[in-house]
Nanobody
């Protein structure tokens, strides 16, 4: 069993930055996929960024490339999402996710499928004002 706990959300003005943190408790997999989805009111859940923990390979949806960076600290079982140049359209609840199979590692490009992830955090709100 895996428990994911997000922190670091908040409110920021456009152009600002935030860092989200995701702490993993319980079973730790050597090579799996972890990452972040987000969901804005009235919109579908959207994959944002993912990391294949075995090799550190990263994946980003087009709208955040060059602005967001996902990283991991294996020693502390943490995954981070550094967000910069934030825009109002980045406002959403951000969810940390983890799988067991390492599915993202099979792809050159990967933007996340909700059904690929078994474990979800409770979500953290990010609000960007213009």
């Amino acid at each position: 069993q895996v428990k994911l706990m997000e922190s670091g959300g908040g409110s920021v003005q456009a152009g600002g930055a935030l860092r989200l943190s995701c702490e993993t408790a319980g079973t730790v997999f050597n090579s799996n996929c972890m990452g972040w989805f987000r969901q804005a009111p009235g919109k579908e859940r959207e994959g944002v960024a993912f990391i294949y923990t075995g090799r550190g390979r990263t994946y980003y949806t087009d709208s955040v490339k060059g602005r967001f960076t996902i990283s991991q600290d294996k020693a502390t079982n943490m995954v981070y999402l550094q967000m910069s140049s934030l825009q109002p359209e980045d406002s959403a609840v951000y969810y940390c996710v983890a799988d067991e199979a390492g599915t993202c590692g099979y792809y050159n490009d990967y933007t996340g499928r909700v059904t690929d992830f078994v474990y979800w955090g409770q979500g953290t709100q990010v609000t960007v004002s213009s």
